[in-house]
Nanobody, 124 residues
Framework: QVQLVESGGGLVQAGGSLRLSCAAS????????MAWFRQAPGKERELLAA????????YIIDSVKGRFTISMDNTKNTLYLQMNKLKPEDTAVYYC?????????????????WGQGTQVTVSS
């Protein structure tokens, strides 16, 4: 089992940057597929980026490619999401998630552990 705690959200102006962190306790990240999701009001939770077991070949959705980067520090058991050139439409609650699946799931329902979420608000 793993416990996830996100941090780093906040209010930022359009064009600004934020780095989200997800600290894990319990089992090592290497046992899970790790991912970032977000959920805007009235919308479904969507996968933004993921790192498979082993940490190579990261996945990121087209709408944030070139602006968002997912990474992890195995020594600190911490997952990161660097977000640059933020837009008002990036406003959402951002969640860290872990899946015990061997492949990289894209559906939220396939993830087994979730953090509490951190609010990101981008003003225009």
């Amino acid at each position: 089992q793993v416990q996830l705690v996100e941090s780093g959200g906040g209010l930022v102006q359009a064009g600004g940057s934020l780095r989200l962190s997800c600290a894990a306790s319990g089992r090592s990240f290497s046992n899970y597929v790790m991912a970032w999701f977000r959920q805007a009001p009235g919308k479904e939770r969507e996968l933004l980026a993921a790192i498979p077991r082993g940490g190579s070949n990261t996945y990121i959705i087209d709408s944030v490619k070139g602006r968002f980067t997912i990474s992890m520090d195995n020594t600190k058991n911490t997952l990161y999401l660097q977000m640059n050139k933020l837009k008002p439409e990036d406003t959402a609650v951002y969640y860290c998630a872990a899946s015990i699946a061997f492949l990289m799931p894209t559906r939220a329902g396939s993830y087994d552990y979730w953090g509490q979420g951190t609010q990101v608000t981008v003003s225009s």
